[in-house]
């Protein structure tokens, strides 16, 4: 079992950065391949990043037109995404999720695949 809590989230002008953080506790990141989607009221969640259990094998959604990076911080615990050059189409409340049982450098795109989610954060971009 594994708690994810998000944070960084906000509202920023439209070509800023920003940078989400998903805390995990009781289990170490490493033992998950984990997941970045997003979503906006009437939507379906959609994939935005993922990396598998090594940490290796980051995969970004086409959404985000490789913007976004995303990494593991071992030593904190923490999956991180670095977000540059947002837009106003990026604008949702962003949820970090991990998955139970995976091989190496699985990493998974679609929510059904994943077992534990996070609140949530939002993050607003303005024109």
């Known amino acids: 079992q ?5 944070s960084g ?4 002008q439209a070509g800023d ?3 989400l953080s998903c805390a995990a506790s009781g289990r170490t990141v490493s033992t998950y391949a984990m ?3 997003r979503q906006v009221p009437g ?3 959609g994939f935005v ?11 970004s959604g086409d959404s985000v037109e490789g913007r976004f990076t995303i990494s593991k911080d071992d030593a904190k615990n923490t ?3 670095q977000m540059n050059s947002l837009k106003p189409s990026d604008t949702a409340v962003y949820y970090c999720a991990a998955r139970k049982y995976s091989t190496e450098n699985y990493v998974a795109a679609i929510p059904n695949a994943y077992d534990y989610w ?3 954060t939002q993050v607003t971009v303005s024109s």
């Open 118 to 120: 996070g609140q949530g």
């Open 17 to 19: 950065s920003l940078r």
């Open 2 to 6: 594994v708690q994810l809590v998000e």
């Open 43 to 45: 939507k379906e969640r």
């Open 79 to 81: 999956m991180d995404r």
């Open 35 to 37: 997941g970045w989607f």
């Open 49 to 59: 990043a993922g990396i598998s259990k090594s940490g290796g094998e980051p995969n």
């Open 9 to 12: 989230g906000g509202l920023v």
